[in-house]
């Protein structure tokens, strides 16, 4: 079983639109959530972080994080054309583990102008 | 900024030719990493470290060995290239606990 699950999509949203990116993780030690962006042919960068259950916005990003229900997910609000990448979700180790992250597949999203 | 530099960006080797790529980093990161990536596939670790001379294996270290002399510079090896490490290589370093920082990919083609 996949530690860390993503829909790989792809995810096609109009340009202006709400894009909703999800992402389950099966380890219920887990602390610390972030997402990255991957444009083609590029390496992935950093977008947020999330480390407590709810919400936390930045700009048009909001990360959404619910480890009651081993759930996390990525809101992306008014897309741009410019949005489209793939997107990583990535689940630290518990405490004490020096392996740090583990990465989902990643969701592919294309905002249509 | 960090700045992650890897050695090339595209590469090609012959089966059976021993190969090394090169990562360095900038920002005095303890951890560093090595991945693969494949479509379909993710981001799958083959090798980290946490210290100089330190390395533990990831997901994936058959054919590969790392090397760790200095604190900024990981070397990943393929001893013997084969095909099925046609892939693109990414390097990371991390400070403990925090975001990793990628660089820009290898992308290695092996004939």
């Known amino acids: 079983q996949k530690e860390v699950e993503q829909n790989s999509g792809p995810l096609s949203v109009p340009e202006g639109a709400i894009a909703s990116l999800n992402c389950t993780y099966s380890?219920?030690?887990?602390?610390?959530f972030f997402w990255y962006r991957q444009y083609s042919g590029k390496s992935p960068e950093l977008i947020m972080f999330?480390?407590?259950?709810g919400d936390k916005e930045d700009g048009r990003f909001t990360a959404q994080l619910n480890k009651a229900s081993q759930y996390v997910s990525l809101l992306i609000r008014d897309s741009q054309p410019s949005d489209s990448a793939t997107y990583l979700c990535?689940?630290?180790?518990?405490?004490?583990?020096?392996?740090?992250?583990?990465f989902g597949s990643g969701t592919q999203l294309t905002v249509l102008p | 900024d960090v700045k992650v530099t890897q050695s090339s960006r595209y590469l090609v080797k012959r089966t059976g030719e021993k190969v090394f790529l090169e990562c360095v980093q900038d920002?005095?990161?303890?951890?560093m990493f090595w991945y693969r990536q494949d479509p379909g596939l993710g981001l799958r670790l083959i090798y980290f470290?946490?210290?100089?001379?330190?390395?533990e294996k990831g997901d994936i270290p058959e054919g590969y060995s790392v090397s760790r002399e200095k604190k900024e510079r990981f070397s990943l090896i393929l001893e013997s290239a084969s095909t099925n490490q046609t892939s693109m290589y990414l390097c990371?370093?991390?400070?403990?606990?925090?975001?990793?920082?990628f660089g820009p990919g290898t992308r290695l083609t092996v004939l």
């Open positions: 990371a370093s991390s400070l403990p606990g925090l975001e990793q920082f």
């Open positions: 380890d219920r030690g887990s602390q610390s």
């Open positions: 999330i480390y407590s259950n």
């Open positions: 990535a689940v630290k180790y518990p405490s004490g583990s020096a392996r740090q992250l583990t």
């Open positions: 920002m005095d990161h303890e951890n």
């Open positions: 470290s946490y210290d100089v001379k330190m390395k």
